[in-house]
C-alpha cells in the first residue's frame, strides 16, 4: 500500500527528504528494555473514546521523538502536530537524551491541545537506546490496538505522513515505513554521500532480506502495530 504526501513547508535539514511515501509490510514489534530514565506529563488534551465503567479508553497512536539539544525545533513541531487532523488521538513522547540545552523545558512546557509526555535521560545514550527508551515507554501506556510511530524531533519529517500510516496499519499492515525510494519519494535535498550510503542500504537489504513492499530499511520515520 502506497500513500504519496509531499511537505512543502517545513524546515529540511541535511540528510532530510522533502518527500515521502509509506510502505506498509507484515512485521513484528517486541518490548525493548532502558535504565535510568525519567518520566514526567506535561499537556494533556482530551478526545472521545470508549467508555470503559468510569474509565475512558482512547485509541491512540504514539509518537516517539528522540531529541538531543532541539530546543528550536520541538515547539515548531509541536505546532505542526497540533494542526495535524488524525482519525485517533495522538500522544507525543519526547525523549530528552541528555541534552545542555533547554530541550527538557520546551517539552515539559509542552503545547495547548497536544498530549506530551517527557522521559528524559540523564545522559546521553545515543539515537538507539533513545528510541528504545521511547518505545518501551509507549509499549508500557498503550492497549493492544494503539500505534507506535517514531519521528525525528528536528521538525524535518512531514507529519501529515501519519494519517497515511495509520491508513496503512488499519489496512492489515504491522509495519509502515516512511519511503523516499518509490514513487512520489525524494531525497534530493540529502548529501551525496548520504544518498549513496542510503541507497546502497536498500539495495543490499533488499537482496538479503527480500521483505516485499518495503524499499527504505534506513528510514527511522516508521509505524508499528502494537499487537
Not at 527528504?17 to 535510568?36: E, F, H, L
Not at 533513545?130 to 512531514?158: E, F, K
Not at 541507497?199 to 508499528?224: K, M, N, P, Q, W
Request: include cysteine; charge should be negative.
Amino acid at each position: 500500500i502506497h500513500h504519496s504526501l509531499s511537505d512543502r513547508g517545513s524546515r529540511i535539514a541535511p540528510g532530510g527528504g522533502k518527500n515521502m511515501v509509506v510502505d506498509s509490510i507484515a512485521g513484528q514489534t517486541g518490548v525493548v528494555r532502558s535504565d535510568d530514565t525519567r518520566v514526567r506529563d506535561s499537556t494533556t488534551s482530551v478526545s472521545a473514546g470508549h467508555d470503559i465503567g468510569h474509565l475512558t479508553r482512547v485509541r491512540t497512536m504514539h509518537l516517539v521523538l528522540p531529541a538531543f539539544n532541539e530546543e528550536d525545533s520541538l515547539q515548531p513541531l509541536f505546532e505542526r502536530l497540533r494542526r495535524t487532523e488524525l482519525p485517533i488521538h495522538l500522544k507525543a513522547w519526547v525523549i530528552d537524551d541528555g541534552s545542555s540545552d533547554s530541550t527538557a523545558a520546551v517539552a515539559s512546557r509542552g503545547l495547548e491541545g497536544l498530549d506530551v509526555q517527557l522521559v528524559q535521560h540523564r545522559v546521553n545514550q545515543g539515537l538507539g537506546r533513545a528510541v528504545q527508551t521511547g518505545i518501551r515507554a509507549a509499549l508500557n501506556a498503550a492497549s493492544s490496538d494503539d500505534i507506535i510511530a517514531i519521528m525525528d524531533a528536528d521538525n524535518t519529517h512531514d507529519p501529515a505522513l501519519l494519517d497515511a500510516m495509520i491508513t496503512a496499519i488499519d489496512a492489515g499492515a504491522d509495519l509502515a515505513v516512511s519511503s523516499r525510494f518509490t514513487p512520489g519519494g525524494d531525497d534530493t535535498t540529502a548529501p551525496p554521500f548520504r544518498r549513496l550510503l542510503s541507497r546502497g542500504a536498500a539495495t543490499v537489504f533488499s537482496r538479503l532480506i527480500a521483505i516485499e513492499d518495503l524499499h527504505d530499511f534506513t528510514c527511522g520515520y516508521r509505524a508499528y502495530r502494537v499487537s
